[in-house]
Structure formats: structure tokens, C-alpha cells
């Protein structure tokens, strides 16, 4: 092999290596940062959670400030990277009454599980939860079932059984792990669920997407990652 063939591959092999060098700080760069990494969930007493009518969840204290809108479907990858990065942030937030939350919870996902009806039953575990009152329950509950415990899309999810399991490690009594694994609320989760999906796309004028954030009927840009700090300045 000649030398000028020699000198043109390992400029070649040079450039590439370059090329994956700027890649990998690009995409370090791109990954967001766990905001407040360290806090974990709510953690303040006075911190409830409250089961609406509409099967909503509020989550916050009495005197908070400001109350926003999430909507989420408990399969959807992108509402667990809103909890991943954001989550721990907005529990900080919430404990000091800065921010409340409320949890619209959707159901369009349940044909991408295995189960084909995960999304409705988590959302009815969600609001079995929730009706017991305990804001940091709550919230170590939601916390798991969006981050640690989160089935992939197509793959296989958690029975009623499993998802007592969660709620019991995250402090529920008896009677709302009862209320899981009978599934007391499906019914309800699902005609709620279908609720929140329908006004979800007519808040966005079109098809339902999660995650999506709302102060009022103001859509949060959710990509801007001091959203959580600038509505509670």
C-alpha cells in the first residue's frame, strides 16, 4: 500500500473520529438535566391529594399559589421523561405551596399495551390512591408508576396485583390496595379518562397528545426547562 493511500485512510479514519467526538458532546448537551435531582417526591403533610368529580387528581397544599394542568397517560414514554426530569422540582414547588398540580389522566394508550386496558387501570389506581388524601403517598405513588415502574409501549405491563404492590411500598392502607386489585374504579377511570382525552384535544385543537402542560387554557412550553421556575416566579 502506498504511502498516500496510507496518509488518505487515516485522515479518513481521523475525521470520523472527530465526527463521534462532536456527536457524543452534542448529545450530552441535548440530554436534559434531572432538575432538582435529590429532592424525590412530596414529602410535606400538608400536601393532600384530592380526588374531583371529573376524576381528576389536585395535588398541592390549601394556600398554593397557582394551580396548572398535566395531562398524561401512564404509558406514555414522553409523561415519563416529564416526571424524570421535572417531577422532582415540582414536588419541591408543591411542598411549599408555590404550585399545585392537577393530574388529568388519559387512556388513548391501552391498545399499545399488552394487556390492551394498562392505561385504564392505572388510572384507576391513580384515583384510588388519590381519594385516600395523602398528598406524599400520592406522590411517591405517581412518582413509580411513571419513572421506575413504567411498562414500554408493546410490552408487557402490571396486573391489578402488581399495582397494589406499588401503592402499598408508597404508604397506602388496606382499603385503597383493595380498591386496586378489585379494581373498584375502572369503570369510572375509563369514562373519566375518555373525558379528559376528548377536552385534551379540543385544548389543543386537534388530536389528544401527552405530556401537556396547562396554566389555565395556556399551553406551557414544556421543552423550555425553566418552565417550572417561571410560572412560579
Known amino acids: 500500500m502506498s504511502s498516500t493511500t496510507t496518509y488518505a485512510l487515516a485522515a479518513v479514519a481521523l475525521a470520523l473520529i472527530v465526527l463521534i467526538v462532536i456527536a457524543a458532546i452534542r448529545w450530552g448537551r441535548d440530554e436534559p438535566t434531572v432538575r432538582n435531582d435529590g429532592y424525590g417526591p412530596v414529602r410535606d403533610l400538608a400536601v393532600h391529594s384530592v380526588l374531583e368529580p371529573n376524576g381528576s387528581i389536585l395535588l398541592g397544599r390549601p394556600d398554593a399559589k397557582k394551580t396548572i394542568d398535566i395531562f398524561e397517560d401512564p404509558l406514555c414514554p414522553g409523561c415519563g421523561n416529564l416526571e424524570r426530569i421535572y417531577g422532582q422540582e415540582i414536588a419541591q414547588k408543591i411542598d411549599t405551596g408555590a404550585l399545585a398540580v392537577r393530574y388529568r389522566l388519559?387512556?388513548?394508550?391501552?391498545?399499545?399495551?399488552?394487556?390492551?386496558?394498562?392505561?385504564?387501570?392505572?388510572?384507576?389506581?391513580?384515583?384510588?390512591?388519590?381519594?385516600?388524601?395523602?398528598?406524599?403517598?400520592?406522590?411517591?405513588?405517581?412518582?413509580?408508576?411513571?419513572?421506575?415502574?413504567?411498562?414500554?409501549?408493546?410490552?408487557?405491563?402490571?396486573?391489578?396485583?402488581?399495582?397494589?404492590?406499588?401503592?402499598?411500598?408508597?404508604?397506602?392502607?388496606?382499603?385503597?390496595?383493595?380498591?386496586?386489585?378489585?379494581?373498584?374504579?375502572?369503570?369510572?377511570?375509563?369514562?373519566?379518562?375518555?373525558?379528559?382525552?376528548?377536552?385534551?384535544?379540543?385544548?389543543?385543537?386537534?388530536?389528544?397528545?401527552?405530556?401537556?402542560?396547562?396554566?389555565?387554557?395556556?399551553?406551557?412550553?414544556?421543552n423550555d426547562e425553566n418552565w417550572v421556575i417561571s410560572l412560579t416566579q
Open 106 to 222: 388519559v387512556n388513548f394508550l391501552d391498545a399499545r399495551s399488552q394487556s390492551k386496558d394498562y392505561s385504564t387501570r392505572a388510572v384507576a389506581a391513580n384515583q384510588c390512591v388519590a381519594e385516600a388524601g395523602s398528598g406524599p403517598v400520592y406522590s411517591k405513588f405517581h412518582t413509580e408508576l411513571f419513572i421506575t415502574k413504567r411498562p414500554s409501549e408493546g410490552g408487557s405491563d402490571l396486573n391489578n396485583e402488581a399495582l397494589a404492590a406499588i401503592a402499598r411500598d408508597a404508604g397506602a392502607p388496606q382499603p385503597v390496595l383493595q380498591c386496586i386489585t378489585t379494581g373498584a374504579k375502572l369503570d369510572f377511570a375509563r369514562t373519566t379518562a375518555m373525558a379528559q382525552t376528548a377536552a385534551l384535544g379540543e385544548a389543543l385543537g386537534g388530536s389528544a397528545a401527552t405530556p401537556a402542560v396547562f396554566d389555565g387554557t395556556t399551553k406551557v412550553d414544556a
